[in-house]
């Protein structure tokens, strides 16, 4: 019993996490205030969730910032064509709803197709940018690449999203709780869970070392020669175009060299 209470015991730990998940949602809304940096506040909580996954989160806040900082520019131009695709998939699917008549009914399932397709890319591209050193348009296009090369997780995450969404809305109550638990920790807890799908696949691309030192470092990973002559062909993830020949082809992800 007295183990189960100690600093290192699963109701510490559990604390521990809440705590974080808490501070990580907070601060992922208050970063969301303006709209427009919505992108870079996504990409900021992908990058701190997805080192909870790896068990070397460090300080939350501070990797929060951090991360922040370092994509804003990419995140801020990615989310705003994200948005004007939004906006526009948005009208669309409204003048349809209200006139689905013949042929009408057929361009309302593409809306409704293109409307899926823009969830997929907006619960990837920023992970992504989080995670990889690349271009702009190279990162939207990864962002959808890796999407469907992890057809079925990806299709959990949307079947996920949307179940929480739908029971959020579900009806007066529900609408209070759920903001409420959206509030307190449901964006951040939202994304742990994403991420838990999406490790695995970046896992496969370029997979870790343990981190040394510095909990903040992701180590760049040494590539096997034998794995690079037997893979196929795999999106341009990791080559940032503004720096030298780098002999090491690998994704950068460490927050030095990457970011």
Same mark, same amino acid.
């Given at each position: #019993?007295?183990?189960?209470?100690?600093?290192? %015991?699963?109701?510490?730990?559990?604390?521990?996490?809440?705590?974080?998940? #808490?501070?990580?949602?907070?601060? +992922?809304?208050? /970063? /969301?205030?303006?709209?427009?940096?919505?992108?870079?506040?996504?990409?900021?909580?992908?990058?701190?969730?997805?080192? #909870?996954?790896?068990?070397?989160?460090?300080?939350?806040?501070?990797?929060?910032?951090?991360? @922040?900082?370092?994509?804003?520019?990419?995140?801020?131009?990615? &989310?705003?064509?994200?948005?004007?695709? %939004? =906006?526009?998939?948005?009208?669309?699917?409204?003048?349809?709803?209200?006139?689905?008549?013949?042929?009408?009914?057929?361009?309302?399932?593409?809306?409704?197709?293109? /409307?899926?397709? &823009?969830?997929?890319?907006? #619960?990837?591209? @920023?992970?992504?940018?989080?995670?990889?050193?690349?271009?702009?348009?190279?990162?939207?296009?990864?962002?959808?690449?890796?999407? @469907?090369?992890?057809?079925?997780?990806?299709?959990?995450?949307?079947?996920?999203?949307?179940?929480?969404?739908?029971?959020?809305?579900?009806?007066?109550?529900?609408?209070?709780?759920?903001?409420?638990?959206?509030?307190?920790?449901? +964006?951040?807890?939202?994304?742990?869970?994403?991420?838990?799908?999406?490790?695995?696949?970046?896992?496969?691309?370029?997979?870790?070392?343990? =981190?040394?030192?510095?909990?903040?470092?992701?180590?760049?990973?040494?590539?096997?020669?034998?794995?690079?002559?037997? =893979?196929?062909?795999?999106?341009?993830?990791?080559?940032?175009?503004?720096?030298?020949?780098?002999?090491?082809?690998?994704?950068?992800?460490?927050?030095?060299?990457?970011?």
């Amino acid at each position: #019993m007295r183990s189960f209470f100690n600093m290192d %015991g699963p109701v510490f730990v559990f604390l521990s996490k809440a705590a974080d998940l #808490m501070i990580l949602n907070i601060l +992922f809304i208050l /970063c /969301c205030i303006p709209v427009i940096t919505i992108g870079a506040s996504f990409t900021a909580m992908s990058y701190v969730t997805l080192k #909870m996954k790896e068990g070397v989160e460090g300080y939350i806040w501070k990797s929060f910032l951090h991360a @922040f900082k370092q994509n804003f520019r990419q995140a801020t131009v990615i &989310w705003l064509i994200l948005l004007l695709i %939004g =906006a526009v998939l948005g009208v669309d699917l409204w003048i349809l709803i209200q006139n689905h008549q013949g042929p009408m009914q057929i361009m309302l399932y593409v809306v409704i197709a293109g /409307c899926v397709l &823009w969830l997929v890319e907006v #619960m990837y591209v @920023f992970p992504v940018l989080a995670r990889f050193y690349n271009t702009i348009p190279e990162t939207i296009k990864n962002g959808m690449l890796l999407a @469907f090369a992890n057809a079925p997780k990806t299709i959990l995450m949307l079947l996920i999203t949307g179940g929480v969404v739908f029971i959020t809305l579900w009806n007066t109550m529900t609408i209070v709780w759920g903001l409420l638990i959206w509030l307190i920790c449901g +964006f951040s807890l939202l994304s742990l869970i994403n991420s838990g799908f999406q490790l695995p696949l970046f896992h496969k691309i370029s997979p870790p070392e343990e =981190a040394e030192g510095n909990p903040d470092e992701w180590v760049v990973p040494e590539e096997n020669e034998e794995q690079e002559a037997n =893979a196929g062909p795999e999106p341009n993830l990791g080559q940032d175009p503004n720096m030298d020949s780098n002999p090491n082809p690998n994704p950068i992800s460490d927050d030095t060299d990457h970011r």
